[in-house]
């Protein structure tokens, strides 16, 4: 309190004096961080008291430090929507020589979206040029293709002068970044939290993308899918194994996010600032969804047209159903080969698991994160590539009473369902008030040594009321 009333004063102070200052004197080059001596022959006990009443009636905490910035925009294209959407999309986008993917992936969002899909989400494209004649031409084109999509107020176009920028030239190279890289990576901080900052207040979600990306077709059904999975709160949640992709937050958060790019811009690019930003609040590490729901379309990164290859594996463009997935964590005692880990098989993905010195105390075991009731079941080994690597005998079995042991879960009892008959394991109705009723693991056990690695391919898990 005291603190804030010193603060308050003192700059009430200062600002008194500067404005006293101008006024009375006609030379440009005062200080008016000094306060000069003829000043303190007024009563400036007095008109500290007025001026903090001033500023004490006006501020408020949750507004000054916390709230929405007054960034005056540009509307290049639409205007925000009367009401809330689920979901704002936001892409932040400089224009580029040699490939400018913006329209492409303005076109794949929409075109990988539904028509119920469509009208929950808004996209918001910031143009991030600081010449206004690129933001123009861009605008233009971006009307003469989509105008179809600005007619139903689903995409908005913003842009706003450098001058409301920090400065950019002569900063600090932390990390020795040369100066070119450090100006490139706070100005898109920068960009960022312009971006953001514009899209706090017209949707429940938000959805951030870069300007070269492609998109999996029905992504806002399966973002909506993994949010009903969330138990706990949550910060950041990405559905995407790059940089700046696919990261989404909830609205609420967009302030204070547009604050933190720009408090720390100067400091490192934003795929490090983002990763501070969640554990900042309590959430100590992002929750990956796969599959990847956001694919790199570009092999130029914007900087300095530089060759940028990064792509994302656990891309798929249509994601193929094979059972409920549930969400669970998967285990195994096999030495692993290479990326092909257990927790492949616990999304639905491209990716499989692949093992090496099977023998009979091999085992593989997946462990719900709630309790289910299970119809079905059906679990694929080997491939048409590596049609070798099957499960020659092997069985599965259902566990029941979850407990924790270290970093591990698994369950107090398991009996057996059946056996795997040439690599694939299969059945069909479970019976439900039996077999496959209150199941928290499912284990495959291996029950002879065989010389082959061993696939997995799929795990399909049919859950029932
Ligand atoms: C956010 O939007 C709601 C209505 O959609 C409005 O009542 C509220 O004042 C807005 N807040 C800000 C900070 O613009
Ligand atoms: C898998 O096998 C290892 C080694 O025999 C054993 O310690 C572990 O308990 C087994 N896992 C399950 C879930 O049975
Ligand atoms: C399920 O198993 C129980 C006990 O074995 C049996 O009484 C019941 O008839 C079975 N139900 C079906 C649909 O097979
Ligand atoms: C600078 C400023 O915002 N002044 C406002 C403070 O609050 C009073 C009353 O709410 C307004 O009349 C002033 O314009």
Redesign the pocket.
């Known amino acids: 309190m005291r603190i804030w009333h010193f603060a308050q004063i003192s700059f009430g102070f200062t600002f008194l004096v500067c404005v006293l200052l101008t006024l009375k004197r006609t030379s440009p080059d005062n200080d008016c961080l000094e306060s000069p001596e003829s000043l303190q022959k007024k009563d400036v006990s007095q008109e500290i008291e007025e001026t903090y009443q001033y500023y004490s009636q006006n501020f408020s905490v949750k507004h000054d430090t916390l709230g929405h910035l007054w960034v005056p925009y540009n509307y290049l294209i639409g205007s925000p929507p009367a009401s809330r959407r689920f979901m704002t999309i936001g892409i932040s986008s400089v224009h580029r020589e040699k490939q400018d993917y913006l329209m492409e992936t303005i076109k794949s969002i929409f075109s990988h979206l539904s028509e119920e899909e469509l009208e929950e989400v808004i996209l918001v494209i910031y143009l991030a040029n600081h010449e206004e004649h690129l933001n123009l031409k861009t605008a233009k084109e971006i009307e003469g293709q989509f105008s179809a999509d600005i007619l139903v107020g689903r995409l908005i176009v913003i842009s706003t002068s450098p001058k409301n920028y920090p400065p950019l030239d002569g900063l600090k190279r932390n990390y020795n970044d040369p100066p070119e890289r450090v100006k490139f990576r706070s100005k898109q901080n920068v960009d960022y939290a312009f971006l953001v900052n514009f899209c706090a207040n017209i949707s429940y979600y938000y959805l951030m993308l870069e300007d070269d990306v492609s998109c999996t077709q029905n992504f806002l059904t399966a973002i909506r899918k993994s949010l009903d999975q969330q138990l706990s709160q949550w910060t950041t949640i990405t559905f995407s194994s790059l940089g700046y992709i696919g990261k989404l937050y909830h609205s609420a958060d967009l302030p204070q996010l547009a604050r933190f790019l720009l408090l720390f811009y100067d400091e490192m690019p934003c795929d490090w600032l983002l990763e501070h930003f969640h554990r900042s609040k309590a959430q100590p590490e992002m929750i990956r969804i796969k599959p990847s729901l956001f694919q790199h379309m570009g092999s130029f990164s914007s900087f300095q047209s530089r060759q940028n290859k990064l792509k994302d594996n656990e891309f798929v463009e249509v994601i193929e159903h094979f059972g409920d997935s549930p969400p669970a964590l998967c285990?195994t005692?096999m030495n692993v080969y290479m990326e092909f880990v257990a927790e492949n098989l616990c999304f639905p993905g491209p990716n499989f698991f692949w093992g090496k010195d099977i023998d009979e105390?091999s085992?593989f075991?997946m462990v719900f994160q709630n309790t289910i009731n299970i119809g079905k079941i059906q679990i694929i080994t080997g491939s048409t590539d590596h049609p070798g690597d099957t499960l020659k005998s092997g069985y599965v079995e259902l566990g029941r009473q979850k407990f924790q042991d270290n970093d591990k879960t698994?369950?107090k009892s398991?009996s057996k369902i059946g056996d795997f008959q040439n690599g694939i394991f299969s059945v069909d109705n479970l019976n439900i008030t039996t077999a496959g009723e209150k199941i928290d693991?499912l284990?495959i056990q291996v029950s002879a040594s065989q010389d082959h690695w061993l696939l997995i391919k799929k795990i399909g898990i049919w859950t029932q009321k």
């Open positions: 285990y005692n105390s085992n075991t698994s369950c398991f693991c284990k």
